[in-house]
């Protein structure tokens, strides 16, 4: 099954692989022998849609390349983290989504037909480019701006900036938070104050 999909984001949690790409989001508790699909990321309609890393996906609507992506993974205590190009999805117990399929276990898509306005859908809409756990709080790099959970992906409060981020990473020992934007790194302390600019030349995809 993984080989018929471009796989872009892969995580371990104990025994088990998971496996983001192109069109599905599949798992392993065979060290990688045989895979089964979790589930299907939704299809574009129209032709090109921006993607992971400041990539387009040139669907033509139809084919491949209009399905969604998976950005980045993170996989820890039966949860998956899903940075996808229409936002973070969080499957809250992995073991009871595969064996119901229930949406119940899944936050982060809001229900077909309402506003995204609770925080569990505020990243919903855009690409979730990256994310990052540091001491039980995740950061998600988004096209709308910086976002943070501190409820394992539940729920997102975005922080103060507007910039696209394409990717985030934490320094521990200096405790410094550090993005990727169009203009270069900006980083600041975990405890608060103003973000500080870095030109590199260009766009910064990764950290």
């Not at 996906?57 to 983290?81: E, K, V």
């Not at 756990?133 to 701006?145: F, I, L, Q, R, T």
């Not at 997102?156 to 320094?171: P, R």
Request: proline share 3%.
């Amino acid at each position: 099954m993984v080989k018929d999909y471009p796989v872009s984001a892969i995580a371990v949690d104990n025994d088990r692989i998971f496996a983001g790409t192109t069109g599905v989001l599949v798992y392993s508790d065979d060290n990688g022998s045989t895979w089964k699909k979790i589930t299907t990321f939704l299809r574009y309609r129209s032709t090109g849609h921006p993607t992971c890393g400041g990539e387009t996906q040139p669907g033509n609507g139809s084919d491949l390349g209009s399905l969604g992506r998976a950005c980045d993974l993170i996989a820890q205590n039966n949860r998956l983290i899903i940075a996808s190009d229409r936002g973070v999805l969080t499957v809250k117990d992995v073991d009871q989504f595969i064996a119901t399929r229930d949406v119940q276990y899944v936050a982060g898509r809001p229900p077909e037909g309402q506003i995204p306005s609770d925080p569990q859908y505020a990243t919903y809409g855009a690409v979730a480019h990256d994310l990052e756990v540091v001491d039980g709080a995740v950061y998600a790099a988004s096209a709308k701006g910086l976002f943070k959970s501190t409820d394992e992906g539940e729920t997102w409060t975005k922080l103060d900036l507007e910039d696209e981020i394409f990717a985030v990473a934490v320094d521990k020992k200096d405790n410094t938070i550090y993005v990727g934007t169009a203009d270069g790194v900006k980083y600041k302390s975990l405890d608060g104050g103003s973000w500080t600019s870095k030109s590199v030349g260009g766009k910064v995809y990764s950290l």
